[in-house]
C-alpha cells in the first residue's frame, strides 16, 4: 500500500525556469492537497482539490497552478520559480467533505531555486 | 477564520522529564477537529490524534496524552517520560469550514522538541 507518492524528492531550479511536482495517491481519496514548509511558518495550504475537474486556492496560491484530471493524481506546476519558492512541498490527501478526516501525506519534495 | 497558536517555538528537555506542548485555537465553528501531527528529523509527517469539539474527555496513548479544554479553546499534548526518539517537531492543527464552503486543515506553526539523553 503505496499510500501518497511524491517525486521528486529534491530539485534545484534556476529562478525563471518551470516545473511540475507530482503527486499520486492510492487510497481512493477525493480530497488532495498542497502545503509548503517554511522554517517558523508551520504548514500553509497553497491549492485543494476536493474531486476530479474541481480545484481551489488556499493560503498561499501565488506562483503556483494545479488540475484534477485523476482522482490519483494532483500535480503542482511552477510556470515561473523564483527564490521565494524555495520550500519543502507536502501532498496530503483525506476523505472528501469530512472535517474528521486526517490527512495522510507524501514525504516531501525539498525545492530550491536559485 | 480560523487560527492555531503553539506559542512555544522550541523547547528541551532531559530524557525522562515530562514535557507538555500548548496548542491555542480560534474557530467560529460550533462543530471541528482538532490534530497533533508529529515530523520527526526524518521529515514525514506522522498523524498522532484526532478530537472533536463535543468530546472532551483526556485521552491517553501510552506515554502520550491528550488534554482538550472548549472554555479555553486548548488541545495541550503531555509526553510523560519522554525518550530521545520524542525528539521532533509536533504541530497542532484545527478543521473547519473555507470560505469555499469545503473542510481545510489550518496548522500551527510547530514546535520543536529536543529530548536530550
Known amino acids: 500500500n503505496a499510500g501518497v507518492t511524491q517525486t521528486p524528492k529534491f530539485q534545484v531550479l534556476k529562478t525563471g525556469q518551470s516545473m511540475t511536482l507530482q503527486c499520486a495517491q492510492d487510497?481512493?481519496?477525493?480530497?488532495m492537497s498542497w502545503y509548503r514548509q517554511d522554517p517558523g511558518m508551520g504548514l500553509r495550504l497553497i491549492h485543494y482539490?476536493?474531486?476530479?475537474?474541481?480545484?481551489d486556492q488556499g493560503e498561499v496560491p501565488n506562483g503556483y497552478n494545479v488540475s484534477r484530471s485523476t482522482t490519483e493524481d494532483f500535480p503542482l506546476r511552477l510556470l515561473s520559480a523564483a527564490p521565494s519558492q524555495t520550500s519543502v512541498y507536502f501532498c496530503?490527501?483525506?476523505?472528501?467533505?469530512?472535517?474528521?478526516?486526517?490527512?495522510?501525506f507524501g514525504n516531501g519534495t525539498r525545492l530550491t531555486v536559485t | 477564520a480560523q487560527k492555531v497558536t503553539q506559542a512555544q517555538t522550541e523547547i528541551s528537555v532531559v530524557e525522562k522529564e515530562d514535557v507538555t506542548l500548548d496548542c491555542v485555537y480560534e474557530t467560529r465553528d460550533t462543530t471541528y477537529y482538532l490534530f497533533w501531527y508529529k515530523q520527526p528529523p526524518s521529515g514525514e509527517l506522522v498523524f498522532l490524534i484526532r478530537r472533536n469539539s463535543f468530546d472532551e474527555q483526556n485521552e491517553i496513548s501510552g506515554r502520550y496524552s491528550w488534554n482538550f479544554q472548549k472554555s479555553t479553546s486548548s488541545f495541550n499534548f503531555t509526553i510523560t517520560a519522554s525518550q530521545v526518539v520524542d525528539s521532533a517537531v509536533y504541530f497542532c492543527a484545527l478543521s473547519g469550514r473555507s470560505g469555499a464552503g469545503s473542510y481545510q486543515l489550518t496548522f500551527g506553526k510547530g514546535t520543536k522538541l529536543s529530548v536530550i539523553p
Open positions: 496530503a490527501s483525506s476523505y472528501a467533505g469530512q472535517k474528521n478526516s486526517p490527512l495522510h
Open positions: 482539490s476536493v474531486g476530479a475537474g474541481i480545484t
Open positions: 487510497m481512493n481519496h477525493e480530497y
